[in-house]
């Protein structure tokens, strides 16, 4: 446990590192939720109040894009050789692992935090069990992202082919989930015959944490524990593939 | 001024462009992306507005991404600029047989011109969806687009020399991207954000993203989406090409001497 608490807090400098970056990003997501929502807003009314929509959504957009850095920064480990060294230090390969996963997990977190809180802010507050299911699905959610993003990363050792991969996924959990829209409105693509689309938005584990927050905090669409057992499936498996892929892929470099 | 001189710096900027293949492809995807699929749920869910507003909201988004794309694209020679100081290569810039002047002014020419070839093929596929109607329009919105990727590669290049750090000048430029392409009329007519908050409205008239996406949708036939005379569009793209060109190549000129970018 205190190897894994090492890597953890090495992640954690190393986040720290670049609070300037995270403070832009910060700035970056409150620009999309009082410009582009709050014109939004105006024009989707009478479907959906957009800006109160898409709170929860950004929320986890946040959350996405933090729990990614941490393959940006093991790739540039991997690229720069500096896994030689933290393969030396006095850890098991798994406790390494597991400790750069759950690093990533909640960085993603404490990024998140302060969208969250604007979440509260704006929507109200939710109950003692509904914020500590919010935060067990936001957390699950971070770890499984970061499992995505480790994954990728310790499998090229190209930054370029790094950040198109990244960048692929990107798009296809941002724009195929109901981050920015209700699922109902993306239903509407079948008629366009875009199901395999659509199904994807529907298990995306994306949709069903800013669901989960939406569900608690705006009461629509109603909570289902599908939703977090969605989330929980995602995490485990891309958990346990960061895992492996860390401990075994690395050494063959 | 030697201009085979600055075609030489022109063709060096346009090989270098081709470097960034996976960044161009990313650019390409998330376009894709942003058409298939954010255009159309969107569209749906605004369709009752955007017919209120007497417009096809998709084919508006598809305009506005364009304009999008090619703001992005624009802005990569700042990076370049950052590149060549952090590996040394603008001593050899120095060293090379032609003006300052002329290297600067390849150099803003070469920033602006690879951006407009690598939206060229998205520009196509585009115009295959929008349609044309009026195709002497559309020759005077793409001259209007020229002059907008040359400001902006002369207003990246403004800010890069501006700037000692590659990682500052990459804040800003992602601060400044959020907040310029969300304060135009790329992604929504005026009069919604007008109604929103009048002083994003009032911001967006002055920002060269809602002259350049509203003249492309003009040249393209999109109806009730300029708000002003596509000549005030024209005059104001020309207004941001000038200044940023002039101010960029003289920033950039200062620089050069005296190694201050080390």
Sequence with gaps: MKAILHVIEYDFRNFFRYRWFIIALIAMNLADLFISAVVFTQMTRGIVDYFRFFAPGLAVLGLFASAFMIGREINMEVRREVHHYLLSLPMSRIELAIGRLLAGGLRGMLYMTPLLLTNFVILGLPTLPQLLLILLALLLLAIGISGVSISIAVSTTSFEKFVTARGVIYYLFFFCSSVFYPMAIIQTLETRGLTPLVKFAQINPLTNGSDLIRSFLLGSPSFSPLMLLDVAIFSVIFALCATFAYAKILMRH | ?262
């Design chain 2, 1 to 262: 001024m030697g201009l085979k001189k600055i075609q030489f710096v022109v063709e060096r900027d346009l090989r270098m462009f081709v470097q960034y293949k996976f960044m161009l492809i990313m650019r390409g995807i998330w376009f894709v992306s942003q058409v298939s699929l954010f255009g159309l749920v969107v569209g749906k869910m605004v369709e009752a507005a955007a017919r209120a507003a007497g417009i096809n909201y998709f084919q508006y988004y598809v305009a506005g991404v364009t304009i999008i794309t090619l703001y992005s694209t624009s802005m990569f020679i700042g990076y370049d600029i950052f590149e060549e100081a952090e590996h040394g290569v603008f001593e050899y810039l120095l060293t090379l047989p032609l003006s300052r002047r002329e290297l600067v002014l390849g150099r803003s020419i070469g920033g602006g011109l690879r951006s407009y070839l690598y939206v060229g093929p998205l520009l196509i596929i585009v115009l295959t969806l929008l349609g044309v109607s009026n195709p002497f329009h559309l020759l005077i919105a793409l001259a209007g687009l020229f002059l907008f990727a040359f400001g902006v590669s002369g207003m990246s290049i403004t800010i890069a020399v501006a700037m000692k750090s590659g990682d500052k000048y990459d804040i800003l430029i992602g601060v400044l991207d959020a907040l310029i392409v969300r304060l135009s009329t790329t992604m929504y007519p005026t009069v919604y954000m007008q109604q929103a908050m009048p002083s994003y409205a009032t911001i967006a008239q002055f920002n060269p993203l809602t002259y350049a996406s509203d003249l492309f949708r003009w040249g393209t036939g999109i109806e009730g989406t300029f708000q002003v005379s596509p000549l005030v569009g024209m005059l104001a793209l020309f207004i941001f090409f000038f200044s940023f060109t002039f101010i960029g190549v003289v920033f950039y000129e200062k620089r050069l001497e005296g190694g201050s970018w080390q």
